[in-house]
Structures are given as C-alpha cells and as structure tokens.
C-alpha cells in the first residue's frame, strides 16, 4: 500500500472538478499512485466512492478493476459547498482557495479546505 491519503486525492479531485466545471473530467490511478497497471489501490478507489457516498461528486459505475473513474462531475452539493466563502478570505471561495493550493503545491492548505468542505457539507 502507498502513502497516499484520503486527503490528498479528494483535494485534487475536487479542485480538478471545480476548475472544469460543467465539464466532466476523467481520472486515471496511475495519475496519482505509481502503482502496478492492474492493481487497485484502496484508498484511491475508496476516495472515489465516499466522495459520491457523501454526495459531492457524480459518475457512472466504474468498470472493474476500478482504476479509472470517468465523467465524474460535482454534484449540485459539492459545487454549493466549493462556492461557499471562505471564512478568512470573504471574497475567494472554497474550491478557488482549493484550486489555488493544488496548483501551488501546498498539500496540507489543500487538506484543510478539504477537511473544511467534509464539515460544511454535514459529515464533520
């Protein structure tokens, strides 16, 4: 199993959704684990489906072995969520703050707007 994290893949998922959006957009495992072409990391697919169980995202069912995930869109809640404000810069939203963080690099900022969106959206 690899290090990554919940954290990491819903913060660049979210951003990624945000950023195309209405488009949906396609993710690929390999685009986030180096891992072996076949093989199905957890927590990349376990992301994926609390993100939709949550009500966030949106996609159809994924084709087995669930190592892409396609036409994943945000959903009418998670889009709402992303553009609430962000309690300490009343004027940028959440998924522009997400998206700026993502683009910077800056994985822990990015993990606590994510941990901000989760609480906003009822789960926290």
């Given amino acids: 199993m690899t290090d990554i ?3 990491e893949i819903a913060s660049k998922v979210l951003a990624i959704c945000y950023e195309s959006f209405p488009v949906p957009c396609d993710f690929y495992q390999n685009d986030f684990i180096n891992t072996d072409k076949n093989s ?3 927590v990349f697919y376990y992301t994926f489906k609390k993100l939709k169980d949550f009500g966030y995202i949106t996609f159809p069912k994924p084709s087995m072995p669930c190592i892409s995930f ?3 869109e945000l959903t009418e809640k998670g889009l709402s969520i992303l ?3 962000n309690s ?3 004027k940028e939203r959440l998924g522009q703050t997400l998206l700026k963080y993502i683009k910077a690099g800056a994985r822990e900022m990015a993990f606590e707007v994510v941990r901000t969106i989760v609480h ?4 926290g």
Avoid: A, I, Q
Wanted: hydrophobic letters at 35%.
């Fill in 83 to 85: 553009n609430t404000p």
């Fill in 5 to 7: 994290s919940f954290d």
């Fill in 70 to 72: 396609f036409s994943v």
């Fill in 120 to 123: 906003l959206g009822g789960l």
């Fill in 40 to 42: 199905v990391n957890e």
């Fill in 88 to 90: 300490l810069k009343p």
